[in-house]
């Protein structure tokens, strides 16, 4: 009997032994209930009950936790979107009691909330206003909240709208709305430098009409002047105006021409207008070359002046 005895003695004391103790982690609180009525909160660390008497009825996560919720609603110009809200929460260490009694699937309950709130806001925006004060509809959903699960031993840490997902055809929308008002600013920016290159264009083309009316200006003004001089050299010869005029006028008739015959691929018709005009032109021309005779002449003699003084003065 005595063989028998020790051995299921032994075994009833480890038995006991580990009913005794136990052990709470960190950030952790363990119900202990003695006969289904709750006895007390234990904390991290190496704890005592009575066994039998006493059991462990569950535990209590005191870390912060995360409870995602996708709410799908409808704002205010009829469009459906998801939402995806995240609460981030915690049990209040003094109301584990709360935490655990009141409350059967707390993460329902804080779903039912954010839903609730959710479902109240959105409708009241249009879609750009929901991604525009997302964060106004976090800090809705955190007051309902918080002012809902205080009572159960809960504290609301945060919410935050992390995801605004519209219906695909929506989004579709909205990428060709974005795509044809970049292609309007691309369209009027393009418009825009085409007409800064006309205008430049413009301005370039009126500088260098501008200029080059100037340079015939003064090209003229040159002729005119050469002209000038040319029919005061010719008086001072001997040859009166009209004699002179006629003689330049034959002058430019043969440069004409001759600039005209060093391109062969141009032609010149000269007609004149009546036949007294071919006349006149005719002793226009004859005038002209006895006007250049004379000069010849008078500069023949003019040079058989200066040579003959030249060589009076030698001797």
Do not use: C, W
């Given at each position: 009997m005595g063989v028998i005895f020790w051995p299921i003695a032994f075994f009833l004391a480890v038995v006991l032994l580990l009913g005794t103790f136990f052990i709470v982690k960190q950030q952790t609180a363990a119900v202990v209930e003695r006969f289904g009525r709750f006895q007390s909160i234990r904390q991290s660390g190496l704890q005592l009950?009575?066994?039998?008497?006493?059991?462990?009825?569950?535990?209590?996560?005191?870390?912060?936790q995360q409870l995602d919720v996708i709410i799908e609603t409808k704002t205010k110009d009829n469009v459906f979107v998801k939402l995806k809200v995240s609460v981030q929460f915690v049990v209040i260490k003094d109301k584990a009691y709360d935490a655990f009694y009141?409350?059967?699937?707390?993460?329902?309950?804080?779903?039912?909330?954010v839903f609730d709130?959710?479902?109240?806001?959105?409708p009241k925006l249009k879609l750009d206003d929901v991604f525009e004060r997302k964060d106004d509809i976090a800090i809705a959903v955190k007051s309902e909240l918080n002012e809902a699960m205080m009572g159960y031993g809960y504290d609301i840490i945060?919410?935050?709208?992390?995801?605004?997902?519209?219906?695909?055809?929506?989004?579709?929308?909205?990428?060709?709305?974005?795509?044809?008002?970049?292609?309007?600013?691309?369209?009027?920016?393009?418009?825009?430098?085409?007409r800064i290159r006309i205008v430049a264009k413009a301005k370039a083309e009126a500088e260098s009409k501008r200029l080059q009316g100037q340079g015939i200006a003064d090209q003229r003004r040159e002729i005119a002047r050469g002209l000038v001089e040319s029919v005061d050299v010719l008086n001072k010869v001997g040859i009166n105006s009209q004699e002179a005029s006629a003689l330049i006028v034959v002058t430019q008739h043969y440069d004409t021409l001759q600039s005209i015959g060093q391109d062969t691929n141009s032609n010149l018709?000269?007609?004149?207008?009546?036949?007294?005009?071919?006349?006149?032109?005719?002793?226009?021309?004859?005038?002209?070359?006895?006007?250049?005779?004379?000069?010849?002449?008078?500069?023949?003699?003019?040079?058989?002046?200066?040579?003959?003084?030249?060589n009076e003065a030698s001797e």
């Open positions: 009950k009575i066994p039998v008497f006493d059991r462990i009825a569950g535990k209590l996560n005191l870390k912060i009141k409350l059967e699937y707390p993460h329902d309950q804080i779903t039912s909330y709130v959710v479902r109240a806001e959105v945060k919410t935050l709208v992390t995801d605004i997902d519209p219906d695909i055809q929506v989004k579709n929308a909205m990428n060709r709305i974005n795509a044809a008002d970049r292609e309007k600013t691309a369209a009027e920016f393009e418009a825009e430098a085409s018709i000269l007609l004149p207008n009546s036949p007294q005009a071919g006349s006149d032109m005719l002793n226009n021309m004859v005038a002209s070359f006895s006007a250049s005779n004379q000069v010849g002449e008078a500069m023949k003699k003019a040079s058989e002046k200066k040579d003959k003084k030249d």
